[in-house]
């Protein structure tokens, strides 16, 4: 089985920072890319950030130049490192990944459980 293991999720101050991690685990042929969604109260769910395997990243407008998103691909790890965190920030963060599991022929999306981020003074 694959899944994608979430952590960094807290309670911060607006202007605060906080680190998500998420590690690909299971039985894992190659990783594609990985990234990071996140859904707040009576909104989509929207794409935060993603990390290809050549390198390639994507980050939304609202989190450009404040949040950074980075790769362990030795160890199949994507980081979220989250700075001058705004009150908007405060959502649900859910990991994202296109795996390839070994023996499979074809790569399937995998989804974290999912941690919560609050920004509140």
């Known amino acids: 089985q694959v899944q994608l293991v979430e952590s960094g999720g807290g309670l911060v101050q607006p202007g605060g920072s906080l680190r998500l991690s998420c590690a690909a685990a299971g039985s894992i042929d190659t990783v594609y890319v990985m990234g990071w969604y996140r859904q707040a109260p009576g909104n989509q769910r929207e794409l935060v950030a993603d990390?290809?395997?050549?390198?390639?990243?994507n980050l939304a407008d609202s989190v450009r130049g404040r949040f950074t998103i980075s790769r362990d691909y030795t160890k199949n790890i994507v980081y979220l490192e989250m700075n001058s965190l705004k009150l908007e920030d405060t959502a649900v963060y859910y990991c994202?990944?296109?795996?390839?599991?070994?023996?499979?022929?074809?790569?399937?999306?995998?989804w974290g459980q999912g941690t919560q981020v609050t920004v509140s003074s």
């Open positions: 990390i290809t395997l050549s390198g390639r990243t």
């Open positions: 994202n990944a296109g795996i390839r599991p070994t023996f499979a022929t074809s790569p399937s999306l995998y």
